[in-house]
């Protein structure tokens, strides 16, 4: 639960127990409460007014977090390091998928050719790279990667 410290700081969540009335802990079944019902208690987010934290209010608050959370630049690497092996590992797959059948390898092939274009298109028109910009170049150099080192297993 360290790990997590640096990005439950920065969302400025509070922690309050709250305490439960048997009947709403047993309201749906049929079996009596027993006796010591009344000491459970229900940790709830609340914001810094006290009023309980809506959806609307955690969804704003994700690119913050998020930005918070990558501003290390170990985690940036682990991201970048992960968005490299998930394109090699769906250049392999996509592979061996098409490969193996036969059927449709020009479709796949162009598909692939495509996608990767598309991918070097939308990161160089950019003027400036961000973080996740930087993570879709990794992913496109993964799956190139992957495909070379498949078409070097096929010509051997």
């Keep these: ?56 209010d955690i969804v704003r608050i994700i690119p913050e977090a998020s930005r918070n959370y990558f501003k290390k630049p170990s985690r940036r690497a682990l991201f970048g390091g992960i968005s490299l092996l998930g394109g090699f590992y769906v250049a392999q797959t996509i592979s061996l998928s098409f490969g193996a059948l036969g059927v449709n390898d020009v479709i796949a092939a162009v598909l692939c050719v495509l996608i990767t274009e598309f991918a070097t298109r939308f990161y160089y028109s950019r003027p400036k790279v961000t973080f996740p910009l930087a993570l879709v170049n990794n992913f496109k150099m993964g799956f190139t990667y992957g495909l070379f080192i498949d078409a070097f297993k096929l010509a051997s």
């Design 1 to 56: 639960m360290a790990k997590f410290a640096p990005l439950a700081s920065s969302i400025h969540l509070r922690y309050r127990p709250v305490a439960l009335a048997p009947s709403l802990i047993y309201r749906s079944s049929r079996a009596t409460p027993p006796r010591f019902a009344s000491q459970f208690l229900r940790v709830r987010a609340v914001q810094d007014n006290e009023s309980p934290r809506r959806l609307v």
